[in-house]
Structure formats: C-alpha cells, structure tokens
C-alpha cells in the first residue's frame, strides 16, 4: 500500500541525547529524521517525538528539535509508546494510520512501539535510514523482527516522494527546492 501524507504520521522514538554518544549510526538518524520530519511539516504530516524517561536518558536532541519546530513532544516511562494512555488516545484521535516509525534503540522501544502499533491496527513503516542501536547487529534483528510482524521497510526518500505523489505541482517544486535538492548528488530532471 502506498504511504499517503492526509493518512501519515512521522514518529520519532527516543533519539536522547543522553544515549546518542553510544548509540552506532546515532548522528545519521538524528540527519534522516530531522531531514524527513522537514518535509512532513512542509506537507503538514504531523510529526510526534517521544522520550523515555528524560529525567534519567535527558531530553531529545535538541538539532532535532530545532529542526522540527512544529513537532509534539510525548515523555513516556513503557518502552511501547502506545501502552502510554494519552499517547495512544490522541493517536487514535488523529485519525492517522499509517505510521512511519524511526528512533532508538531499535531493539527496545522503536520495536516494541512498531510492535504495539501492529497489534492495534495501524499500518506500520519501518524508517531504516533512521532506526539505530548501540549495535548495529540489534537494529538489524529489529528490523527483520518487524518485517515479518508486518511492518514495512522504508528509506526517508521513499516516503518523501510517495507523500509527494507527483512532479508537476508547486507543492513538489516548493519541497524540491527546500529540502530534496540538497539530498542529491545529481540534479533531478523531470520531463
């Protein structure tokens, strides 16, 4: 099925500063995600950050942060964001089913939120790009765990040019402009 951006919702589990230092390919996820919640708001995907237990882990990194400047900020104490009452009511209430799921660590929380969300229903798209462990061997596991659970494997570019669904709109050409120029070594052509 295709990820459509009136049906998506962008969720950034847990990328903490406190735990990025030991966390391999930390910078890289906070990049895709900073990268690819820029282009949610630009096509007004909402865009929710969680944290866990930020007293403990401290809070998210804040050059996500400050690039996500619309985002909604959930502090949780499950590792599955949705267990948390307030966090799964306004989920629901959303109206958003199609979840595009990244953060850290990938074993712990992303995958037991994924996991969580797949057992209520939502369809679930794993950001690989942006879903990171303190090993990469556990991100791995994650990832082939949520896959066979149902979640569906993404890159950043995936998303952003689904949600995009064509070329020729001013809409594209203000998102190319601002944020999917930058991304390539060569320029894109269309017609």
């Known amino acids: ?22 966390i391999e390919g930390g910078d890289q996820a906070v990049s895709e995600a900073a990268w690819l919640g820029g282009v949610a708001q630009a096509l007004e995907v909402p865009v929710w950050v969680t944290e866990q237990y930020p007293k403990g882990m401290g809070g ?3 050059r996500l942060l400050e690039a996500l400047p619309g985002h909604r900020l959930w502090q949780k104490v499950h590792f599955n964001a949705h ?10 209430d959303s109206g958003r ?8 660590e ?28 303190r090993r990469a061997e556990e991100a791995s ?8 659970s149902g979640a569906v494997p993404v890159s950043a570019d995936m998303v952003a040019y689904e949600w995009l669904h064509r070329c020729d709109s001013e809409r594209f050409k203000d998102v190319h402009r ?3 120029k ?4 060569r320029p894109l052509r269309f017609f």
């Open 178 to 180: 601002r944020f999917l």
């Open 83 to 92: 267990e948390e009452p307030d966090f799964a009511g306004a989920l629901a």
């Open 97 to 104: 089913r199609q979840i595009v799921l990244c953060g850290s």
């Open 141 to 148: 596991l994650a990832r082939e765990r949520m896959t066979r």
């Open 182 to 185: 930058p991304r390539s070594a």
């Open 60 to 62: 998210s990194e804040p």
């Open 1 to 22: 099925m295709r990820i459509q951006d009136d049906k998506s919702l962008l969720l950034i589990v847990d990328l903490q500063a406190g735990l990025l230092p030991v």
């Open 106 to 133: 990938a074993h712990i929380c992303v995958m037991q939120t994924g996991l969580g969300l797949l057992e209520a229903g939502y369809e679930v798209y794993w950001l690989s790009d942006a879903a990171v462990s």
